[in-house]
């Protein structure tokens, strides 16, 4: 197999706030889905100049394959620092794949409120969707085997980086 | 079998029968979920489905209304289906023995037992008794076995303390009262040493302490003015009259009079001591109302804390 080219997480991330920077306004609500998509959300937010508070989700507790593998030990706080009743939300996770952390995402965001609306924006959206979920804004479409995935990391300036995960197939 | 029987075979917690050899990273995730878990209380729907199609059974042999409704609360919170057990009025009366009590709710399809027992170690033996029967995948929750252990309990004062102190590494802890009687006490005890912390004291009677209490790591005091000198955090457990045996003290005034805190005791811990108590409180016995009412006390917000410290034990041992 040719081994893919990882892309360039910053690059993604321009063209990505270039997509959105159009359709928002000062009312607009942005919410990262914990850790890749909180670290998206505010460089998003600072970009685009946002005035509203930006929100955050740790969607442990929306899982549904809690009943395979417990609950993840590293669950953080969710804040979502404004009411997001009729809001118009734009929720940002860092790959885009089956679609059940947008689902999650979404069953939680509804435990705060009724939103008025909510689009997803993604800096890589890999396909593999077992769920009927799209995303609004794409940074990057990509092809990767099902054995491996993209994580983000940030370093200590703050910059944004992909690293492509061989996952050792299951003996 | 020297395998702690509450950690499977990854050393992830499957129950919670004591804090006694529970290692720290447990400990702490614990303490970590149930951060997360406090914020689930702030929201306008205060509910998450972790535990949708679950059922709890609060087996409570014994009485307690803030213990048995704060877990009430906290799996109603995670979604599950609660079933209140009130064990004295009902099969054991009749004669059913305690594991047929359990395998009964067993054949209920039951998924947890929260359980309360005046004998030390019922807990374990549910515990021990569904692995051989084979009914592993119902996990045990101690709510307070005789004068043994009451983890949740233990469990919420670390967080609270963690919560007014944010570090447990230069602290003093003081423990006062009813040390002998109070499962409480040692689960704190236990909790306090594992996680760091330099000086535990506790300080009461010798009729109310138990022997040999050093070899927990604690410093004893008998004079509480001395014992209450700089510390960070008082902890005051009730003077249990119902678990007394024979004359163990002279009068609950007298017992005041030299161990119920006032607030000019008080002013021998530090400036920003945090006052602590499981409830319930005996005003005028071991804890003076305008302390109980004052500034420094915290124990309200130990309530409100626990319901977030269960919703964490019970999701965590739910997932493993």
Known sequence: MTPIEVPDAEELLARLIDAIRPSVNQATVIIGVHTGGAWIAERLHAALGLATPLGFLDISFYRDDFGRVGLNPQVKKSTIPIDIEDASIILVDDVLYTGRTVRAAMNELFDYGRPGRIDLAVLADRGGRELPIAARYVGATVSLADHQSLNLARDDAGALRFNLVEKPVAA | ?320
């Open chain 2, 1 to 320: 079998m020297a395998r702690n029987p509450q950690l499977n075979a990854n050393g992830e917690l499957t129950h919670l029968l004591s804090i006694e050899g529970l290692p720290r990273p447990v400990i702490e995730n614990i303490l970590q979920t149930a951060d997360a878990f406090a914020s689930v209380g702030d929201r306008e729907v205060k509910k998450v489905p972790l535990l949708r199609g679950k059922s709890v059974f609060n087996l409570f042999f014994e009485n307690s209304t803030r213990t048995r409704t704060t877990f009430e609360i906290a799996a109603k919170r995670l979604s599950a289906d609660v079933i209140n057990l009130n064990i004295n009025a009902s099969s054991t009366a009749k004669g059913e023995s305690l594991l047929d009590t359990v395998d009964n709710l067993a054949a209920m399809q039951a998924d947890m037992f929260v359980v309360r027992h005046a004998s030390s170690g019922a807990p374990y033996l549910i515990a021990q008794h569904l692995d051989r029967t084979g009914a592993k995948h119902i996990h045990v929750v101690n709510a307070g076995d005789g004068r043994h252990a009451h983890p949740t309990q233990g469990l919420l004062d670390m967080y609270t303390i963690r919560h007014y102190k944010k570090d447990f590494s230069n602290l003093t802890v003081a423990i006062v009262g009813d040390i002998l009687h109070s499962r409480v006490a040692r689960s704190d005890i236990h909790a306090l040493t594992t996680l760091g912390v330099p000086e535990v004291r506790v300080i009461g009677p010798r009729t109310l302490l138990p022997s040999h209490v050093e070899g927990m790591g604690v410093r004893v005091f008998h004079d509480m003015a001395e014992g209450l000198r700089d510390a960070d955090v008082v902890i005051m457990l009730r003077l249990q009259n119902e678990r007394m045996r024979g004359a163990l003290l002279p009068s609950a005034h007298e017992f005041f009079k030299s161990y119920g805190l006032t607030q000019e005791k008080l002013s021998r811990a530090k400036a920003d001591a945090i006052v602590m108590h499981p409830g319930p409180m005996n005003r005028g016995v071991e804890i003076d109302s305008a302390v109980a009412d004052g500034g420094q006390a915290v124990i309200l917000p130990q309530v409100t804390f626990g319901i977030a410290v269960r919703m964490a034990v019970m999701s965590i041992v739910a997932g493993n």
